[in-house]
Structure formats: structure tokens, C-alpha cells
């Protein structure tokens, strides 16, 4: 499969274990939210940081119109967003390479900062030109991971295997209902219902 990061190393150290020990690993790409970031931060110390905060808002520009329907089928909308990455997105990534040649700076100043952590990603950053399956970054992943952690810290975690598997269940079943518009409390009380009529203790209405 297809996993988005950042540029935390372990990620590509997990791939290659997998590689080596089972034969198969997962194509990883990267997150262009994370990289607007590092731009944000220095921007008011680099004034030429804004030109490559307006390009990247052009890749999220040109996806937005891009995933406007409606389309007959999933397909047709891959097709569409292939299209317009090829013709709309690819010459503002390559407007990208362009500011980031011209650039001149301290490599340990913010902004120099900033473009090693995208230079380090570039090729990951570039792979959803050809793929329309790709994102253009993980944000909706980050916002379903926040309650998770924020009740990890507020119940002090999970305690035992059983109690991190038990709520790695309830947390994915949960965020599955959101994605498709259903209310978890009702999911979860039909389907402990069912479980219960399954073993005899009860009788559904």
C-alpha cells in the first residue's frame, strides 16, 4: 500500500525491515502540510518564504477544483484529478524547484531549515503527480488521531496489550462512522444488541 509521514526516519527503517523479513513492503509519500509548516514558521524572519507558501496554495487551489463533482464513478473522478495534476499541478511543482534554486541561506537558519526538510522529501513530495489515489497530505488521518491521544493522556493509556487492542478496535470503529456520516453511539448500541441476541440474553423489539 501507500503510507503518508512526515519525515520521521523510522518510517523508512519499518520499510525496509518489512523488505527484508517478509518480502513485501509499502510505497511511502509525503505530506505537503508538513512542509507548509516549516515555511509558516519563517516566513516573518524570510519574507521570500511567501512565495513558496502562494505556490503551495496553488497545489491546494488547482485540488479543490479538481475534486469538485460530481462524476458518474470513483473512476471518473481519478481520471479527472489526473488530468488536472498533469495540466494545472506539475508546472506550479515545477515553479517549486524554480524559488527554491534562487534560494541563499544559512543551513541552520529557519528557512534553511525549512528547505533541507523539503528537499529531504522532495521525491515522496512529488509522487502524487502520478498517482490520484495520493493526498496531497494527511491532515483528515491527523485530526481522527486526536482523540485517540488526547484520551491516551487523559486515561493515562491503555495499561495492558488486551486494554491498547480492545481501544484500538473502539477507536477505529468509531472513526469509521464518522467517515461515512453514521452516528457511532447508535452503531456501537446495534451492534452490541445484535451481540447479545446472538448468545440468547435478549429479544430485539
Not at 541561506?105 to 522529501?121: C, F, I, K, Q, R
Not at 456520516?181 to 448468545?199: D, H, I, N, Q, V
Amino acid at each position: 500500500g501507500v503510507v503518508m509521514t512526515d519525515g520521521y526516519a523510522a518510517y523508512e527503517a519499518l520499510r525496509n525491515l518489512l523488505l527484508q523479513k517478509q518480502g513485501y513492503t509499502y510505497e511511502l509519500v509525503s505530506c505537503w502540510t508538513h512542509v507548509r509548516r516549516r515555511f509558516v514558521k519563517c516566513e516573518a524572519d524570510y519574507p521570500q518564504a511567501g512565495e513558496v507558501l502562494a505556490l503551495i496554495g496553488k497545489l491546494y487551489e488547482i485540488e479543490s477544483r479538481a475534486r469538485e463533482g460530481p462524476f458518474e464513478n470513483p473512476l471518473d473522478a481519478l481520471r479527472h484529478v489526473a488530468k488536472r495534476r498533469d495540466e494545472e499541478s506539475r508546472p506550479v511543482v515545477a515553479e517549486i524547484q524554480a524559488w527554491r534554486s534562487r534560494q541563499h541561506y544559512l543551513p541552520s537558519s529557519s528557512l534553511g531549515t525549512a528547505v533541507t526538510y523539503m528537499d529531504g522529501l522532495w521525491l515522496r513530495l512529488i509522487k502524487f503527480l502520478d498517482d490520484p489515489r495520493v493526498m496531497l497530505d494527511n491532515n483528515g488521518s491527523e485530526r481522527a488521531m486526536r482523540g485517540p491521544v488526547l484520551g491516551r493522556k487523559n486515561h493515562y493509556g491503555s495499561r495492558s496489550q488486551t486494554g491498547t487492542e480492545v481501544a484500538a478496535l473502539f477507536y477505529s470503529l468509531v472513526e469509521t462512522c464518522k467517515l461515512v456520516g453514521m452516528s457511532p453511539r447508535e452503531y456501537l448500541t446495534e451492534a452490541a444488541r445484535r451481540a447479545l441476541l446472538c448468545k440468547g440474553t435478549v429479544t430485539l423489539p
